[in-house]
């Protein structure tokens, strides 16, 4: 199949907001691939690579892509797939030189419409309404399976696109291969969002709720004295966290599937910042003198296998209780079990209390599923908002093309003029808001490049986000987490935004 097809599809999608049409313009293309095709070509549907990030960043592809595009679509999706796992293999000195050289090759056979395709790939960018959850649908209608057996086939090969090949070229028997196994990590279970913790108890009546840990979601494999331990992305990250695999091996259970937290916390018990716990994974060196530093303290919430006993099929009380037998109370996320509104508030003001997020609510009667599907499991944090200017804004792409989308943010700096910037969203931003802002952004313009319009700091926004942390990234050394537009101020003006400030002295409440 041509690499054309596949963006032409990833278009029409992007284009459409009707969820059936967007299964049918996949599940259509789906049909059509050749069984070495499959797993590549549902992989760029679904937004990612193959090959996973190839370290390659925006001014690269600014680079390899001034040479003239190809005046027609040649290139097919083996052609592309075999390119990037060339670029991909590239290591040691030299090498970013080497991926980029092989990059530009690569882009000089694409179409403009196809380079467009390949960098929001290659930057994981490509946002065109086609998520893991309609690629499992599609994948359904595709093969002509039930959508449950799909998306509980993906879970526990932890890989869609591995289950994309299976259920393609052999059908519900191909399905049927995959079973929750030691060693092979599954897919982890997600939460939507409450407003608050009565709306989430109104959505589940009695719940489990529980401390939600700023820290690494871990999910750990052991039999006998062999340990592993995954990431959320459910990369192998063992060498890295010694503290988790020594807590699973003291564990009273010969094989055993944990679900938990690990976190790096203080001496007085509250947590350290998100950042500081990330430094402990992906390590190989000096991990013991890290370890001594910043050590980690794992916290297990579920339990999918015992000794034998597949429990994913369990309800949340039953795994809990299981896993209350295996493991200590300080090994176990704080937990209450109620329906009574006044004591889940109490316990929400608890978890804050002790420098934790929020909490999770969880139906005591839900079975582990991979994805947010549903509302088996609800977060609940409370949200911060500042007034901040935007400083430039991006153009979308997609279903967004031709509007400004991506803004810049920033806080004002009394103390030495002009604004700081926070970060970039482009969350929260209805059509309407999106028609606003691409016009009123281009009538303060002051200069642009191929990607983004610079204005001048005069539009405000409301912005909510959940939290403050450092960031190298940043001049000011702080970046918003989770932001979204809520409105635009119109009866604000630049000098009436927050300050700088205001944005360390949320840092600073915090405790981080």
């Keep these: 199949m041509l690499l054309h097809d596949v963006v032409d599809t990833s278009r029409r999608v992007a284009e459409t907001r009707k969820r059936l049409a967007k299964l049918e313009l996949l599940a259509s293309l789906l049909r059509k691939l050749e069984p070495a095709e499959i797993v590549t070509a549902f992989g760029f549907l679904a937004g990612s690579l193959r090959q996973g990030r190839i370290g390659l960043g925006p001014a690269v592809l600014r680079d390899v892509m001034a040479p003239p595009a190809a005046a027609r679509a040649t290139l097919s999706v083996a052609a592309v797939d075999a390119a990037f796992e060339r670029i991909a293999g590239e290591s040691g000195p030299g090498s970013a030189g080497r991926r980029a050289g092989l990059l530009r090759s690569l882009m000089e056979r694409a179409t403009d419409e196809e380079r467009r395709f390949l960098s929001r790939l290659v930057l994981g960018e490509l946002r065109q309404g086609a998520l893991e959850g309609l690629m499992a649908e599609a994948l359904a209608r595709a093969a002509e399976l039930p959508a449950a057996a799909v998306r509980r086939a993906a879970m526990l090969a932890g890989d869609l696109g591995t289950v994309a090949s299976a259920a393609l070229t052999e059908g519900a028997s191909g399905l049927a291969r995959f079973t929750l196994e030691l060693f092979r990590p599954v897919q982890p279970m997600l939460a939507q969002s409450a407003d608050d913790v009565e709306a989430a108890l109104a959505d589940l009546g009695e719940a489990a709720l529980e401390h939600k840990l700023d820290g690494a979601r871990v999910q750990v494999h052991k039999a006998g004295e062999e340990v592993r331990v995954y990431s959320r992305q459910l990369n192998e990250v063992t060498p890295a966290v010694p503290e988790v695999v020594a807590a699973a091996r003291a564990l009273p259970v010969r094989e055993v599937i944990l679900d938990g937290e690990a976190i790096v916390l203080r001496r007085d018990g509250r947590p350290h910042p998100f950042q500081v716990t990330m430094r402990r ?79 999770m609510a969880k139906a ?25 200017v935007v400083l430039a804004a991006e153009w979308g792409h997609g279903r967004r093309q031709g509007w400004l989308s991506n803004l810049h943010l920033g806080a004002r700096d009394p103390e030495h003029g002009g604004f700081v910037m926070l970060g970039k969203t482009f969350k929260g931003l209805t059509d309407r808001m999106l028609a606003w802002q691409t016009a009123k952004l281009q ?3 002051i200069g642009r490049d191929r990607w983004t319009v610079y204005v001048r700091p005069e539009l405000v926004a409301e912005v909510a ?29 630049g000098a009436e935004a927050d300050t700088i400030a205001a944005v360390r002295e949320i840092f600073a409440r915090s405790g981080r």
Excluded: M
């Excluded at 013991?288 to 099929?313: C, N, Q, R, V, Y």
């Excluded at 809990?320 to 996320?333: D, N, P, S």
């Excluded at 990234?473 to 537009?485: D, I, K, M, S, T």
């Design 281 to 359: 994974f992906g390590r190989r060196l000096d991990v013991d003198a890290t370890s001594a530093e910043l050590p980690l303290s794992p916290f297990w919430f579920d339990l999918l296998h015992a000794d034998g006993a597949d429990l994913i099929d369990e309800p949340q009380s039953r795994r809990f209780a299981v896993l209350a037998e295996l493991a200590t109370a300080a090994e176990l996320v704080p937990r209450i079990v109620t329906a009574d509104a006044a004591a889940a508030r109490a316990f929400v003001d608890r978890a804050l209390a002790a420098g934790h997020e929020g909490v």
């Design 364 to 388: 005591v009667d839900a079975t582990y599923e991979a994805g947010s599907r549903g509302r088996s499991w609800l977060k609940v944090k409370p949200a911060h908002t500042l007034d901040l």
């Design 443 to 445: 009538e303060l313009e």
């Design 465 to 493: 986000f959940n939290d403050v942390q450092a960031s190298p990234r940043y001049p000011g050394g702080l970046a918003l987490r989770f932001a979204r537009v809520k409105r635009f101020r119109d009866d604000k003006s």
